[in-house]
């Protein structure tokens, strides 16, 4: 049974599923600077050590479902402050520290990784993280329906990674 099976049948049946919470609120509360433009993304390039460690605080904190954090490592987000070359690397750094968390924070399965991001080179950077690992993927801040259908039309016949 796949993850979005069994949130699904969670769901159904009323139960509750906690999901982690401001990333880049508890970044900034370790001292981890915002870039104007690239935002928390550049914690993903410069800090992985502390990103990871703030998802293990939320996954310690009862957490069953995080976000790896890749709100603006979009090239749209990136771009503007020199770093559109590096937009395949904060994703891949964000998964890790995400997947990292997972193996060390103490979590009990289930143990899932979601991922939600800004518009732009969406479906792009899922494939990085179905493989990266990332088992169930989505959106957040600033995406609509028709990132969602890139995601079920690029994604649909693609195995998460093992």
């Known amino acids: 049974m796949g993850v979005a099976e069994v949130i699904r049948g969670r769901l159904a049946d009323g139960e509750l599923v906690i999901i982690d ?3 880049g609120s508890q970044l900034q509360a370790e001292g981890v600077p915002m870039d104007e433009v690239a935002w928390s993304a550049r914690a993903n390039l410069e800090q992985p050590d502390v990103v990871q460690r703030v998802h293990e605080a939320y996954i310690q904190a009862g957490a069953e479902v995080i976000i ?4 603006a490592a979009s090239r749209a987000g990136l771009e503007p402050a020199g770093l559109g070359g590096m937009v395949a690397d904060a994703n891949r750094g964000a998964m ?3 997947l990292r968390a997972r193996e060390t924070g103490g979590w009990q399965p289930p143990n899932w990784v979601f991922d939600g991001l800004t518009p732009g080179e969406y479906l792009q950077q899922a494939i990085t993280w179905a493989e990266r690992g990332a088992q169930l993927i989505g959106g957040c801040c600033g995406t609509g329906p028709g990132h969602i259908r890139a995601l079920a039309d690029g994604l649909a016949r693609r195995p998460a990674a093992r």
């Open 21 to 23: 919470g401001g990333m």
């Open 68 to 71: 790896a954090i890749t709100f």
């Open 96 to 98: 890790r520290a995400a």
